[in-house]
């Protein structure tokens, strides 16, 4: 068993770590269908969590466990050890709750986050994705995002600070990985609908400055007039 009795706290500090999660899907060549394919089943597919360019994660995540969709047969699949993945066959997308254990040490609770599972090619003109769809080119869709240590125990701080670094992404052109342009131009999608939420609101606030501004000024005017 490992010791969870050093808990003292490390003030004042916070830990990042990188990781990505995800998915890459693979429409099924009816040509070579695996054995014992389901008749309506359309795509290969793998969701996983793991480390940045395959850096070990193991030393802050223990377990992860993946709960899918009701239409699969015990959807609440754990990975107690590390390729933290679930790989399956099926023919629609949906929502994958994944929630991250992290090993003792830590005294931290689980974390949960959300993979909305993708298998259709969604970036790109009619021709580019009929191309995509054509030539059967995987799917993916991965988030890079950072799990924080706030204030990590003394025990947790010492396997943090000795293990493994806040890598990040290569952004190299051509790296194969989880970053290709196409899950790129998807968060630059996210990031301008993002954009131009904060955008609104920008104009909401400046309108209902401007309101306040020209009451104050009728104010202004109408006591000067006494
Ligand atoms: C949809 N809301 O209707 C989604 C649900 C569920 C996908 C998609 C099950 C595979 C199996 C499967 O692919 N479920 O039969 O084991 O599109």
Redesign the pocket.
């Known amino acids: 068993m490992p010791s969870i009795s050093n808990t003292k706290r490390v003030k004042g500090v916070s830990i990042f770590r990188p990781f990505v999660y995800g998915s890459i899907a693979t429409p099924v060549n009816p040509d070579r269908k695996p054995p014992n394919l389901?008749p309506d089943?359309t795509h290969q597919w793998t969701v996983s969590v793991k480390g940045v360019d395959g850096a070990d994660i193991s030393h802050f995540i223990k377990k992860v466990q993946f709960k899918l969709?009701d239409?699969?047969?015990n959807p609440l699949r754990t990975c107690e050890s590390p390729p933290f993945e679930v790989s399956e066959t099926?023919?629609?997308?949906?929502e994958i709750v994944i929630k991250i254990w992290f090993v003792p040490e830590s005294g931290e609770k689980p974390q949960s986050c959300f993979h909305f599972l993708k298998l259709h090619p969604y970036v790109g003109d009619k021709a580019e994705l009929e191309l995509a769809r054509q030539q059967r080119r995987p799917v993916l869709s991965y988030v890079y995002d950072e799990l924080a240590f706030n204030e990590p125990t003394e025990a947790m701080y010492d396997i943090l600070t000795s293990k493994g670094s806040a890598r990040l992404p290569s952004r190299a052109r051509g790296a194969r990985g989880e970053f290709t342009e196409e899950s790129e131009a998807m968060e630059l999608d996210r990031l301008n609908a993002g954009i131009q939420i904060v955008r609104e609101h920008i104009d909401k606030a400046r309108e209902s400055l401007v309101a306040k501004e020209k009451a104050v000024a009728e104010l202004k005017a109408e006591r000067e007039k006494k």
């Open positions: 389901p089943h969709h239409t699969y047969a099926g023919w629609g997308e949906f």
